[in-house]
């Protein structure tokens, strides 16, 4: 398992979670990012385990890598676990980008919906928690069944071909008319608010 978001993500309700989570699964283990705040925060976040019960040898402290080796080491977990407060962002598309699924849940503010809009976009809403009990019981299932982690990495694999997230020619299209909706109404009348249609979609 892993979570590779900024440290300042985390909070102590979520990491309780985690933690929860690997006391029910005892071969399950945690990568946590190398924090810009130096190795103080993960040591506490380490002692912190221990204080819930489980062992600070099972949370990974990873430091921070160049984009391609980010994306080969993330190729080696078997779940990423989205952040509740402030949700994945760029980590989060890293992350289905690199192959592994992503298990999150949306809260109401904007920043805590990111990472549940990338995986419903994506089209698998089997990984969308409603609770954070149901966000741990997403997790634990996939990771005590070896079948069901390898059918979410193929059809993982399948939607980052298909799936309007990485449809990056559709993407600059839809920019491309947007500035020239936008150039064409300033054209005629000057100063005025645009509203784009949306392309519809495959």
């Given amino acids: 398992l892993a979570s590779l978001n ?11 979670l985690w933690m929860g ?6 071969t399950a283990e945690l990568a946590l990012l190398q924090g810009r705040e130096g ?5 506490r976040l380490r ?3 221990e204080r819930l019960g489980v062992s ?5 402290i990873t430091a921070p890598q160049a984009k391609l080796a980010h994306l080969q080491r993330s190729r ?14 760029s980590t989060g598309v890293d992350s289905l980008w690199a192959g ?10 904007m920043q805590a919906r990111v990472g549940a809009g990338l995986v419903a976009v ?40 298909s799936s309007e997230l990485f449809n990056t020619a559709g993407w600059v299209s839809d920019v491309e008319r947007m500035h020239r909706m936008m150039w064409d109404v300033h054209a005629a009348y000057g100063t005025a608010h645009v509203v784009v249609a949306a392309r519809p979609r495959r």
């Fill in 6 to 16: 900024n440290l300042y993500k985390l909070d102590p309700d979520l990491f309780a």
């Fill in 21 to 26: 989570i690997l006391r029910a699964e005892s």
């Fill in 39 to 43: 190795v103080r925060p993960n040591l």
């Fill in 47 to 49: 002692e912190e385990a």
């Fill in 56 to 60: 600070r040898s099972r949370i990974h």
């Fill in 76 to 89: 080696n977990f078997t779940l990423f676990l989205d952040c509740f407060k402030v949700a994945s962002h």
């Fill in 100 to 109: 592994v699924p992503m298990v999150s849940l949306a809260r109401e503010k």
């Fill in 122 to 161: 994506l089209g698998m809403p089997e990984l969308l928690a409603r609770t954070p009990e149901d966000y741990a019981a997403i997790v634990l299932a996939v990771v005590r069944s070896r079948a069901a982690q390898v059918r979410l990495r193929e059809r993982l694999a399948g939607l980052v071909e």
